[in-house]
């Protein structure tokens, strides 16, 4: 598993019983076992929760003993239809009168997931060089800002602008990464705490440039900014009829250049040195405070990425709510794909594929979108914990793996 | 990062008194200096000769009525300013002849230039200050509660990232189960109950399963968003009468306390979980600092292998202590619904978990450290908000990160590093 680094000898003399090579030797086959298991198991608990949350569950388990029929009748038709409903909002709504509404769930899915992995990508960049990266939702505000910025305040020919928007977005989102980074380096402040305060730091400073004249939309009173002008929008690849944008393409090579940069550049392998000894890294000569700053700084642009998918690909003006929790998810979608950058691109389509569905799910079942929270966490617990999940399905061990990314605040 | 291992600066805390101490740096001198003479040129110098600030000093509480303080702004600013230049002269003294800088001169600085800062914001205006403390006390509980959380966690070696989702189970639980059973005090039992089943899972895969303790905590948070949201739109929101109405504690003044001036009202005219919060910061602190149990829980949380040596259980230690961490994170829950707002909502906590790690952060893993910090965030929320009233000089989003850069300030050492228990964060295992 490659999120698993190397216990350092000389801090932690303590933890000899650390699994490392044993776990990084675990083959394929065992890791897609139990990513499969765990995402089965999630599952069930989730239409656990449906079943005891319905009202005619509830209605029906008062006389169980009656009649103990009814409720599981009940239990299994509630839970059918929200997980049928949450098919259809995700891959294809086989009730729908046209093919066009009948693929356009897995084109959604697709929409929400291209924000997804390039932030899922900006936090498993960061787990590969040592560093975790709770700040993902900062980046993509400041990614955000500065797409929405070039996009309604420039005006510029077609491809030049949303380009322009691009790279406004990778450079704020960098920027507000690095200092993270710089910060580790400089003075050793560890990145958790850095990035969680940077993010608050960022939803304020969104809510304070949404007052003022620069950004806020004229004749409005509440946080909006003007719309972005057509020409730095990323063209949609499907027509009208789907929202899918150029986005989705921008995500797998952003999924393909990650890949290079950890796995064929000098960078990447200084990246993933550090990130696995920094010490032994010192001490060959590689600048351990450089890289630290680099990965930060790349991985922010990647989140910022993010950002400029939200504003230039679908929302169009810049709003509080404009990260919409996606710094949150990227984090679990990098731990399901174990910081592998296309194991990262799956994860990222699954839970696009979840969020769309969960969206159907409430609209049409009356299942609340949260149940979507619920099943993402639950698959990375299990993920996780190996032991826990072959203890539950009997399966026999294969080396205990556990995830260790961080190495605690003194780090 | 080792370069920055080295690099640290001198503790104040005992573990790394002695002969490894280090002459202090000229660095928080000089940005005492820098913060003072800011002071006094913006508060001091800038503001209109003729302006004053009122102070309302009573409240109808209490019988003894002290009149307003009428301050005229600028002299005092002024006052004020160059009492802050002197305490820095104080600390660029003690480094003079190498000395540590004693901890008052750095908190009574941050407190003069508060003041300050103060009396220049609410120039031409008037603001009771009882109601100021008290609101201020009122927005600092749940940080409390939370930061004493991650207090106990943390010493003992387990990263608690997890205190925002403790929040919010006791918020929730402790509000359906007061509304479904009718009782405020079930209600109030029931939170640190909640908060205790997210700490068994914190338990169970950072000590049992030994997963990363960041992901864990980060990951239960959108367990528990994910959980009491989905309940509270299929549950809570369908039938608010029955699961979500439960009520909120009373006020309970204290008799005699409370005819203190300006803090008698602040402190003690409040609901029994402020009280609580008293308690438990008084306890927590005399517990890890003065009890055979602490000394352990410490030994733990700074060198497992040694602690193990002298026959402590380390990973038992560490699981009573997350758990307690849970139960005290639960009270803090209970506070956002029995003690304010009467009825739980999506995600109401709204990160002040993270504030309170923040706090924990700020107050340097100690109880009453903590407590201080969160009283200073809840100060910044406050004043925001009085301020806002008023029409503040200064856009109140910048109040709000306040806290967020103190801490970013705190942990990059800009003034005093802050240093956390040697083991946090890594499992123990035998060999």
Redesign the interface.
Known sequence: MSVTTDRIPEK???????PTSATRRRGWAGDVLITVLSIVLALVVGAV?IAV???RVQETASYFFARPLDMLQAAGSSVANAYAALFKGAIFDYGAETTTAAIRPITESLVFASPLVVAGLAVGLAFRAGL?N?GAEGQIILGAIGAAYVGFAWELPLVVHMVLALVAAMLLGGLWAGIAGF????????E???T???N??AR??L??LL?TTAFQRPGRNDPISPQVDSTAMLPQMLGSWSRLHLGLLVAIAAGFGVWWLLNRSTLGFKLRAVGAN??AS?TAGID??WS?FAAMAIAGSLAGLAGAFQIIGTERSLTGGVSAGIG?DA??VA?LGRGNPFGIVLAGFLFGALKAGGVTMQART???I?????????I??FI??P??VRAIFRIRAQGAG?????????? | ?????R??LPESSTIQQGPLRKPPTWKSPIIMGVLGVVALLAFGLASNAGDTSTFGMSTGAQRLQIPALVLPTRPAAIVLSVLCLVLAAVAAAAVRVKRPVPLAVPIGFAALWLLAFLVWSMAGEQVPLPGLLGGTLLLSVPLVFGALSGVLC?RSGV?N?AIEGQLLAGAFASALMASVTDSLWIGLVMAPVAGLLVAV?LAM?TIK????????G???N??V???????????LV?NADVFNQPGTFSRIPIPGLIEIPVLGPALFNQTIIVYLMYVAVIVTQVALFRTKWGLRVRAVGEH??AADTVGIKVNRIRVQNVLLGGVVAGFGGAFFTLGSVGAFG?EMTA?QG??A??AM?FGRWSPVGALFAALLFGFANQLQGTLGALGSPI?S??M??AP??A??FA???VVG?V??P??????????
């Open positions: 932690t003399p303590d933890a000899p019983g650390e929760l949350a319905d009202p975790f709770i910060l580790k380096a400089r003075t050793g402040a560890h958790v705490i850095t969680i305060m940077l608050y730091i304020f400073l809510a304070f007052s920094p010490f010192r351990v405070g630290t949150f984090i679990t731990l009356g299942t609340p949260d149940l979507v929270f619920v099943v993402q966490s639950l990375v617990l996780a914990a032991p826990l556990s995830m260790q990314v961080s190495k605690g605040w003194n780090a | 990062m080792s370069t920055a291992t690099e640290r943390e990263i990232i899972l895969f399963y030994v997963v990363d303790q960041i992901i864990v980060v990951v239960l959108v367990l968003v994910g959980l009491t949201g989905f309940l509270y739109g299929r549950v369908q497992p292998k999506r990160g993270f504030i790690l923040a952060i856009p989003e910048f709000l990160m967020y850069l801490t970013i942990v990059a050492g590093r240093r956390a040697a083991a946090d964060g890594q499992p123990y295992t035998k060999a």
